[in-house]
Nanobody
């Protein structure tokens, strides 16, 4: 089966950076529109960013725009999320998601019925 595996999370100080990776196995990543979501302690899962199959279209939630960058390398079947200028409120489990049926602009509203999810990687921002 097709699976998504995230990595790159960890403990980082306020203002620091991390790069998260999501590897697609079982099928080429270019088949899917991809997105990143996060769930902070005590809060519901929320959309963070999405990217089109070819990487030309990207979308970010306002709270991360200018600080986070989503990208993909289809030759490596990998999608990335670069996290810069991290804030305490960025602490969350970050999960990648994929869907072969929709476009990247639809990822956010399709949160409840996306085809594939990774297991998540924890990002903890400390003061």
């Amino acid at each position: 089966q097709v699976r998504l595996v995230e990595s790159g999370g960890g403990l980082v100080q306020l203002g620091g950076s991390l790069r998260l990776s999501c590897v697609v196995s079982g099928r080429t990543s270019s088949t899917y529109a991809m997105g990143w979501f996060r769930q902070a302690p005590g809060k519901e899962r929320e959309f963070v960013a999405s990217i089109s199959r070819g990487g030309s279209s990207k979308y970010y939630i306002d709270s991360v725009a200018g600080r986070f960058t989503i990208s993909r390398d289809n030759a490596k079947n990998t999608v990335y999320l670069q996290l810069n200028s991290l804030r305490l409120e960025d602490t969350a489990v970050y999960s990648c998601a994929a869907d072969s049926r929709i476009t990247s602009d639809q990822i956010e509203r399709a949160i409840g019925h996306l085809e594939l999810w990774g297991q998540g990687t924890l990002v903890t921002v400390s003061s």
